[in-house]
């Protein structure tokens, strides 16, 4: 009787899994073939076709629309969001892709003095980066001794949600203690190249990398994050994301508002994204394959990183769980086609 009811909850699961996926793809289709256009009819029974014959289903098919509406042509190679959530993540990361929400182990895990971590406070008590326990009269002076404005954030926060901005007046211990686990971080003075984009705000670099099934990492895709003059900080609900040429750093012509639709300049600043290149791109790839050398047993990593004002690679997070690689591939990809993620769902065709 357990059994059977495990499995009606996970076939439940499963259902509103892939139908909330289903509605967000058919919602994006519909913004971006009003402004590209009805997308070619031969080419979404390619990926439907591609969908059920390679991948299993026709529940991963709605994604594939996405990105052949984006690309303008269907490719071999790509990975559905949701085949991504369901297959590739339990399979290529296991629990351990829990590790990237705490945030007290980013330190020692990675083994990085990019991070902008300060201090954490996590079950009832306040901790330093290598695991010192602080008097909590102590706090105020750690976090404003160098520093006129920090940044909470909420343990397994996500999508822009649970960041909180802190002064030397409004700081309170009762209000952190309400707020819960978190990490308390240095405000990041960002490059002037991503304030002429977007000043209110500092803009994240998203770099997804990867293990092969030997052990190889490698950089696959990259994008930039730039908020609206009202935003303190990058949300979902409002950024634009710009992809990258991964080879030299340059932004395309085009970024993209949450809804898919399409901008060649940042509504508020004015400033064209073509060919600017973003300063110290090298070391931003070499920095986050040398963290995730720390880690390769999670096969697939988003990292957030940004250049500060004194050319510094900085560690904003790392999302080790589902690092969402849709834009990447409806804008990139295939980004992943080496790697072979489609024949990890095999068993079950």
């Not at 289709?29 to 009819?41: A, D, S, V």
């Not at 940044?151 to 802190?166: A, L, R």
């Not at 991503?194 to 209110?200: Q, V």
């Not at 995730?292 to 904003?316: A, E, M, T």
């Amino acid at each position: 009787m357990r059994k059977q009811l495990k499995k009606l909850i996970h076939k439940a699961y499963e259902f509103n899994y892939h139908r909330s996926h289903k509605n967000s793809a058919m919602k994006a289709l519909k913004h971006i073939e009003r402004e590209k256009g009805k997308t070619n009819p031969m080419d979404l029974k390619l990926a439907k076709e591609y969908a059920k014959n390679v991948l299993g289903s026709n529940k991963y098919a709605p994604w594939l629309y996405v990105y052949t509406a984006i690309a303008g042509e269907f490719k071999e190679g790509w990975i559905p969001d949701n085949y991504y959530g369901e297959i590739v993540i339990p399979k290529l990361k296991g629990d351990y892709k829990n590790l990237g929400d705490r945030n007290i182990l980013t330190n020692p895990l990675l083994r990085t003095t990019n991070s902008v971590d300060i201090c954490y406070f996590i079950n009832q008590m306040f901790w330093t980066t290598d695991f010192k326990a602080i008097d909590e009269k102590n706090i105020y002076n750690l976090l404003f001794k160098n520093n006129e404005q920090i940044v909470f954030k909420i343990e397994n926060s996500s999508k822009g949600k649970g960041v909180y901005f802190f002064n030397k007046e409004n700081f309170s211990l009762i209000n952190i203690k309400k707020l819960g686990n978190g990490v308390f971080q240095n405000y990041i003075k960002q490059h002037p190249f991503f304030s002429k984009i977007s000043k209110s705000s500092v803009a994240t670099i998203r770099i997804t990398t990867t293990c092969d099934d030997k052990g190889n990492l490698s950089v696959n895709a990259g994008f930039l994050r730039v908020g609206r003059n009202k935003d303190t900080h990058i949300k979902t609900t409002t950024t634009i994301r710009i992809p990258i040429n991964m080879n030299d750093g340059a932004l395309f012509q085009y970024g993209f508002f949450p809804n898919w639709e399409t901008t060649e300049y940042h509504p508020d600043s004015e400033t064209i994204f073509r060919n600017k290149i973003i300063p110290s791109f090298e070391k931003c790839k070499t920095e986050v394959l040398k963290m995730h050398s720390n880690v390769p047993f999670i096969r697939c990593i988003g990292w957030d990183i940004i250049v500060d004002d004194q050319d510094k690679i900085r560690l904003i997070e790392w999302n080790a769980e589902h690092n969402d690689i849709k834009f990447d591939e409806a804008t990139q990809g295939p980004c992943f086609k080496e790697l072979q993620w489609e024949k990890l769902n095999i068993q079950q065709f």
